[in-house]
């Protein structure tokens, strides 16, 4: 590795210092990075500063500390000799039902006769019709998701089983209009300064909370915490200052809404449940005195659901299934008469209907699939090996799962056009504009990748056919550790009966910005067939890149330049190095223009994060006044139009209709209101925001404070964004060699591994 002219030579060690501390852990990688929260920040991001961001953040890593993991386990043990023919899903609604009759019979046992549900209301009452309505078959899981507009149309049915009627498909979901009237709002505002919370949160209060928010803040001032940004501390001065006396650390809608708050936390840092003994501990950190009545009242009240992974050894009824004598089974690997010890989880239904949805999706996939016609002579074609088997695979699994880095990129490409050879409805999806190009050049036709927003929307890909299902046969999903749960489950649900389906994508970077850990869940459950690309990411970058992802940051020949260290002493010298590298030196060495350049940094806040690079990188290569919301036309720029999704764009212009972008050469307005939560300078990104997107060259900046944000996803996903140049300023000394070699991604706790294990599936391929 080289310096540029003008650049001063340095070198990446890989020995770390004898008895040196790991970098206190961060949100760095996944769900606990900085990022993900700093992703979904642009869609609703406060006026908080740099030090009030770091304080939330680390109050929601310690209030989840030792959360992590995964969620496999056996699942419920044999409610009954039938239970071995049950699918997880199925297991999993029983015992809710199970866990509604208890409380519905405490319940009538305090107050008198009630029937079943018909006393609740809000959550608890939603969560039951949905139940309900599910398990009726008479509305499919993914209706009750929070975004009507990437709903579904219903898909196609399974065929009936022979003598029995066919299944009616589930009717489209009514959308939900979310846009609340300025009389709701204003009568918000009164409460808000009533109570001395910032006028600014009634907007916003009144989008989460509906037309009745002003109403339920008055009855419960605790609903404030399901505002974006809000925190307990601040919730609980603003039910002192209604309430007065009336309440205090013990009141039931408190400690409801604690766990309400606790679990949307982790799920911005990717988990979809939350082991319930770590909950009780983050209450009992709150105040609250008995932290298990706290649990037992919330989800009897509905704001979560409880799960059980695992056989718990003291429950008097447990049913072993290959219980012959009456005794439980030994354990194959200890011999011991001990079971796996339950683990109760927690979660939010919105994330359990998704994991449940997605589970019986990927499975009804897996059991539709028929062999399909001839493909040996596509497979003989194939450019490459992997590509081959790929294909092979393909032709005879309704579910594949296909990982490798960027090289391996080709071999989807390969299977999408021998597909298209063969006559069959075949298509790739990518998470960016920039990602369907590459993969539209790979095959060579440019209709042949769609972004999975556009396909999910209608604008983009075949639309849908007669039944309301994606017309087609075979789809890749590249990218796919970028899936989240509910995002996965939408896509899948759309999916007829036959289709086959690809998750393609890098084990090795960064996960999604939303909850879930799909790819990972699908690879780590060996459901479905596999095949791991032998491809190798070519040149030094390539040979880096590998490397990272197996721990090794290694010294490598670039005769070319293609990878250069810039060290540094502090942030303010890393952010001048920056611009010099972006604005004068890549582009007169490589020829490669400013525009052409992404730099790519740790976060958001610090010296040297995405806002003061941006702001440093625009006074060297557009300045203005910022006359058009903070922007100029020429800037830079990246679009957030939903959390977890980053789209890089230019400013255009603006007018009275709002800010005009051009995103991948596609027009986009930006209404004004949307303009300062949606819209970044985007010179410089975070490695979330840059994922599945590549650049002719990347700058990654690693300032001295950055050292704890680092971790190996994350610099093995900032590292791999440059095709033809990578520079790295470098401040962070040996925390670099250290996080790359002992800092693997967090694990995020999830319910569907467990749920895949549990599902039968025809020929599961180790």
């Given at each position: 590795m080289t310096a540029l002219p003008g650049e001063t030579p340095g070198t990446v060690g890989t020995d770390t210092p004898q008895g040196a501390e790991p970098p206190a852990a961060t949100d760095a990688e996944g769900p606990a990075h900085a990022e993900a929260p700093d992703a979904a920040e642009a869609e609703a991001e406060t006026e908080a500063d740099a030090e009030a961001e770091a304080e939330a953040e680390a109050e929601a890593e310690a209030e989840v500390a030792g959360e992590s993991g995964d969620a496999a386990g056996d699942g419920p043990a044999g409610e009954a000799p039938v239970a071995a023919a049950l699918s997880e899903a199925q297991a999993e609604l029983a015992a809710q039902r199970e866990l509604r009759e208890k409380i519905a019979k405490r319940k009538a046992e305090k107050e008198g006769p009630v029937a079943a549900g018909t006393k609740l209301s809000g959550p608890a009452a939603d969560l039951l019709a949905a139940v309900r309505a599910v398990e009726s078959g008479e509305k499919a899981g993914t209706e009750f998701f929070d975004s009507p507009a990437a709903a579904p149309a219903p898909r196609r049915a399974a065929p009936a089983p022979a003598g029995q009627p066919p299944r009616p498909a589930p009717a489209p979901a009514a959308p939900v209009d979310r846009t609340a009237s300025p009389e709701a709002t204003d009568a918000v505002r009164a409460v808000l300064t009533e109570g001395g919370a910032p006028e600014a949160l009634a907007r916003s209060a009144t989008g989460t909370l509906g037309e009745q928010a002003a109403e339920l803040l008055r009855a419960d001032p605790w609903q404030l915490l399901a505002v974006p940004g809000v925190r307990p501390e601040q919730a609980d001065g603003f039910a002192r200052a209604l309430l007065g006396a009336a309440c205090g650390p013990d009141d039931e809608r408190r400690t409801a809404a604690l766990v309400g708050w606790l679990l949307e936390r982790a799920a911005l840092q990717g988990h979809t449940a939350l082991d319930a003994e770590a909950v009780r501990a983050a209450l009992a950190e709150r105040a609250v005195s008995d932290p298990e009545e706290a649990v037992r009242n919330a989800v009897e009240e509905g704001v979560a659901l409880v799960f059980q992974e695992g056989t718990d050894p003291t429950e008097p009824d447990a049913v072993y299934e290959d219980e012959e004598d009456g005794e439980a089974p030994a354990d194959a690997e200890t011999g011991t008469d001990t079971p796996e010890p339950v683990q109760v989880l927690l979660g939010l239904d919105r994330y359990a209907l998704a994991e449940e949805s997605l589970a019986d999706g990927l499975a009804r996939l897996m059991n539709a699939c028929e062999k399909g016609a001839d493909w040996a002579e596509a497979a003989a074609a194939a450019p490459s090996p992997s590509a081959a088997e790929l294909i092979r695979t393909a032709a005879t699994a309704g579910l594949v799962a296909h990982s490798g880095g960027e090289a391996a990129r080709a071999e989807p490409a390969a299977l999408i056009a021998a597909a298209r050879g063969l006559g069959l409805r075949a298509l790739g999806a990518t998470h960016s504009a920039d990602g369907r190009r590459r993969?539209?050049?790979?095959?060579?036709?440019?209709?042949?990748?769609?972004?999975?927003?556009?396909?999910?929307?209608?604008?983009?890909?075949?639309?849908?056919?007669?039944?309301?299902?994606?017309?087609?046969?075979?789809?890749?999903?590249?990218?796919?550790?970028?899936?989240?749960?509910?995002?996965?489950?939408?896509?899948?649900?759309?999916?007829?009966?036959?289709?086959?389906?690809?998750?393609?994508?890098?084990?090795?970077?960064?996960?999604?910005?939303?909850?879930?850990?799909?790819?990972?869940?699908?690879?780590?459950?060996?459901?479905?067939?596999?095949?791991?690309?032998?491809?190798?990411?070519?040149?030094?970058?390539?040979?880096?890149?590998?490397?990272?992802?197996?721990?090794?940051?290694?010294?490598?020949?670039?005769?070319?330049?293609?990878?250069?260290?810039?060290?540094?002493?502090?942030?303010?010298?890393?952010?001048?190095?920056?611009?010099?590298?972006?604005?004068?030196?890549?582009?007169?060495?490589?020829?490669?223009?400013?525009?052409?350049?992404?730099?790519?940094?740790?976060?958001?806040?610090?010296?040297?994060?995405?806002?003061?690079?941006?702001?440093?990188?625009?006074?060297?290569?557009?300045?203005?006044?910022?006359?058009?919301?903070?922007?100029?036309?020429?800037?830079?720029?990246?679009?957030?139009?939903?959390?977890?999704?980053?789209?890089?764009?230019?400013?255009?212009?603006?007018?009275?209709?709002?800010l005009h972008l051009e995103c991948g050469g596609v027009p986009v307005v930006v209404p004004q209101e949307r303009v300062e939560s949606a819209v970044r300078h985007g010179w410089a990104l975070s490695a979330h925001q840059a994922a599945g997107m590549r650049w002719p060259a990347a700058v990654v900046v690693l300032p001295g404070d950055a050292a704890a944000g680092l971790s190996r996803p994350w610099v093995y996903t900032a590292f791999g964004r440059g095709e033809r140049h990578l520079s790295v300023v470098h401040g962070v000394d040996q925390a670099l060699p250290h996080a790359v070699a002992q800092i693997p991604a967090q694990e995020r706790t999830t319910r569907l591994r467990a749920l895949l294990e549990a599902v039968p599936t025809p020929d599961a391929a180790s």
């Open positions: 993969l539209a050049e790979a095959v060579g036709a440019p209709d042949a990748a769609v972004t999975l927003a556009g396909l999910l929307s209608g604008t983009e890909g075949p639309g849908r056919d007669e039944d309301g299902a994606l017309a087609l046969d075979l789809l890749v999903v590249l990218d796919a550790p970028q899936l989240d749960v509910e995002g996965a489950a939408v896509l899948v649900e759309a999916l007829a009966d036959g289709v086959r389906l690809v998750l393609s994508g890098d084990p090795g970077v960064l996960g999604s910005a939303g909850a879930g850990r799909v790819f990972a869940d699908v690879l780590a459950a060996r459901a479905c067939p596999q095949v791991v690309s032998r491809t190798p990411d070519p040149g030094p970058i390539g040979e880096l890149v590998s490397g990272i992802g197996i721990g090794e940051l290694t010294q490598v020949e670039a005769p070319g330049k293609e990878v250069v260290i810039v060290p540094v002493r502090d942030a303010g010298e890393a952010v001048h190095r920056t611009v010099q590298l972006v604005a004068d030196s890549v582009p007169r060495a490589f020829s490669i223009p400013a525009a052409d350049t992404q730099v790519i940094t740790v976060g958001h806040g610090g010296a040297a994060g995405t806002r003061v690079l941006n702001e440093a990188l625009k006074q060297r290569l557009n300045p203005g006044p910022g006359r058009f919301g903070g922007f100029d036309p020429g800037d830079r720029v990246i679009h957030v139009p939903a959390p977890g999704r980053a789209v890089p764009g230019v400013v255009r212009s603006a007018d009275a209709e709002g």
